[in-house]
């Protein structure tokens, strides 16, 4: 047999074992067409062939990126499979040597698929030179947000607000403050409700600040020389995004916390792209001093990402380090005198710690409602915390809130009283009860690594309108009545035809993808551009209370762009400061 006839034999083989093992994982495979099968396996194929025409392109590689590679090939395909997999009660009947196969053939077919898009993105190559592009254009390349956005506002006029966005509201009309909002962004909205006292005025600044992250994306991205049309492209979907074009309207700290993360991640680009040059201009200095105010004051977490992602430039980019440090370190010194005497001349209150207990509680949860192993010295010190038949009665495993605000049964100051005693009772339990405790950790974070939505889970997506009978009166007049139900449409639709639109972890694992592209092409300070992200997730991990997808809302919004920033090749860095930058 010719040598070439061979290889398409085998490859073909490839290419049904894989869409075999594909359908099974989703469905009885005694269900799917034997046309679908055929379909999906030359699909596959083509996959496979671009796949292992990049083998001669890795060979070219250095000797770290291969080995990156080998890991990067091995980890992020079970990642997916892990992501992606339903219940599978059809597969999990099977013998094991079956279900092993679907689980290999499935991994594969992901291993084929990610290294077809790398070689397709390696082989693209850009002018290594930027173009002068006008700053005026960051307002041309905001249009589709701001069309989109305010096309949904006067949909839902005057806006969305949940019961969340209320208590804030109440807090920035009052100024009585409580650490429970970021304090800074609700005196923020202060000042803009002084302006207009209408959710409307607090949905614009959202527009403006989304829209000039997607307004300097598009900017940036032409200075690079990316083909304007890809851009347009990339920007209408980011406007179109159900997720982008309905959370812009809703009235949460989140969605200015993630577009200051957006902001804060395009920085990065430039500095990364630039080889740390762009840090030689005070311009530029000075959107890193208000972006990263934004990051560290619109959520709490936002502090430790700036302070760490901070570290980290000054780090690799050593040689500008006098331009960058000085207003780096008043930053931090503000953020420590607005966070201790001025909150305390305002009598901000602390709070709760309860926001930090997710996971043990519901770890804890889980380990007395499976009967798990327990002393009773153990079992009454969880008693007291929370009533035995309550935990049984109260706990789901995606969301702690059922818990934390059973104010009448849940005494957390037993908690408070004695953290040791707690720490040391949780940490006993987890030893005792390994594979519960596991089980229940996966759950409660299904929302950030879980592409599939659990079938006994939830997602919190998004509302239309301002929570009914709430104390300020405020209500959501219909201005058109086609354009709300064209824009509720929209929104439904979407749900029900692409549920992943609403999992964080299919935006991260695309963002990852093409942040080890840029890597590939340019060298590990790529992965910089992760950072901000990356650090904001996995707090959200440790603290996670709910599955709702604002938490993560950040990494929808910078996936787009890590894209396109995949083609681009970035400048070397420099070895000295040059005097006429």
């Known amino acids: 047999m010719p040598k070439n006839l061979l290889r398409w034999v085998i490859i073909s083989a490839l290419g049904l074992y894989f869409s075999g093992s594909l359908l099974f994982f989703f469905m009885p495979i005694r269900n799917a067409a034997i ?3 055929l379909l999906l396996a030359v699909v596959l194929v083509a996959f496979i062939y671009y796949a292992l025409r990049f083998w001669p392109m890795l060979r070219e590689l250095p000797r770290g990126k291969q080995i990156s590679y ?3 090939g091995t980890l992020f395909p079970l990642f997916i499979a892990a992501s992606i997999r339903g219940e599978q009660p059809y597969l999990t009947d099977n013998h094991i040597i079956v279900i092993l196969a679907v689980w290999l053939g499935v991994i594969l077919a992901v291993l084929a698929i990610i290294t077809a898009v790398v070689y397709w993105c390696l082989s693209v190559t850009l002018k290594p030179f930027e173009t002068r592009v006008s700053r005026w254009k960051i307002a041309l390349y905001a249009l589709p947000s701001i069309v989109v956005s305010t096309y949904f506002l006067v949909a839902f006029y005057p806006g969305a607000m949940t019961l969340d966005s209320l208590a804030q509201w109440d807090q920035a009309l009052t100024h009585e403050y409580t650490d429970w909002h970021p304090v800074v962004h609700t005196m923020l909205l202060s ?11 607090i949905a614009i600044f959202q527009i403006v600040l989304i829209s000039a992250g997607t307004g300097i994306a598009g900017w940036s991205l032409d200075q690079a020389r990316i083909p304007k049309p890809f851009i347009w492209i990339a920007l209408i979907l980011f406007a179109l995004s159900p997720v982008h074009a309905i959370s812009s309207i809703t009235l949460w700290k989140d969605v200015a916390y993630s577009a200051a993360l957006l902001l ?12 740390g040059r762009v840090l030689m201009r005070w311009p530029f200095i000075a959107g890193f001093a208000v972006t990263g105010f934004m990051v560290m004051f619109f959520r709490h977490n936002g502090f430790p990402v700036f302070l760490i992602v901070t570290a980290f430039v000054l780090i690799m980019y050593r040689p ?10 008043a930053m931090v010194f503000i953020y420590q005198i607005v966070v201790n005497p001025v909150y305390t001349a305002l009598d901000v209150q602390p709070s709760d710690p309860q926001e930090m207990l997710a996971l043990p509680t519901q770890q804890i949860a889980a380990i007395v409602t499976e009967d798990g192993d327990m002393t009773e010295k153990q079992r009454d010190y969880v008693n007291r915390i929370f009533p035995i038949e309550k935990w049984h009665e109260k706990y789901n495993p995606y969301s702690v809130d059922s818990i934390k605000f059973s104010w009448g049964d849940y005494d957390r100051f037993t908690i408070y009283d004695d953290w040791g005693r707690y720490a040391r009772t949780y940490l006993h339990l987890v030893k005792q009860n390994p594979d519960i405790a596991a089980s229940a950790l996966f759950k409660q974070t299904s929302l ?18 301002i929570s009914r009978n ?32 609403w999992r964080p972890a299919f935006y991260t694992a695309l963002a990852l993808l093409f942040t080890y592209i840029a890597y590939l092409r340019n060298g590990w300070r790529a992965w910089l551009l992760l950072l901000p992200v990356a650090l904001n997730t996995g707090a959200v991990f440790v603290g996670i209370p709910a599955q709702d997808f604002r938490y993560l809302l950040a990494n929808s919004m910078i996936m787009l762009p890590m894209v396109l920033i995949s083609f681009v090749k970035f400048e070397p860095q420099a070895t000295e400061v040059l005097d006429d930058e």
Request: hydrophobic content about 50%; proline content about 6%; aromatic content about 16%.
């Open 470 to 501: 709430n104390e300020f009166g405020l209500v959501n007049p219909v201005l058109n009545e086609d354009r709300k139900m064209n824009a509720f449409n929209y929104l439904k639709n979407a749900d029900e035809s692409i549920p992943f639109l």
């Open 320 to 329: 500008y380090w006098m331009k960058l440090f000085p207003v780096a370190a």
């Open 191 to 201: 000042v803009l409700l002084s302006i207009w006292e209408s959710p409307a005025m």
């Open 264 to 275: 804060f991640t395009l920085l990065m680009y430039m500095i990364v792209r630039s080889g």
């Open 448 to 465: 950030i690594w879980q592409i599939n939505e659990p079938e006994d889970g939830y997602t919190s997506k998004y509302t239309t309108h």
């Open 70 to 72: 080998a890991i990067f």
């Open 35 to 37: 046309w679908i099968i």
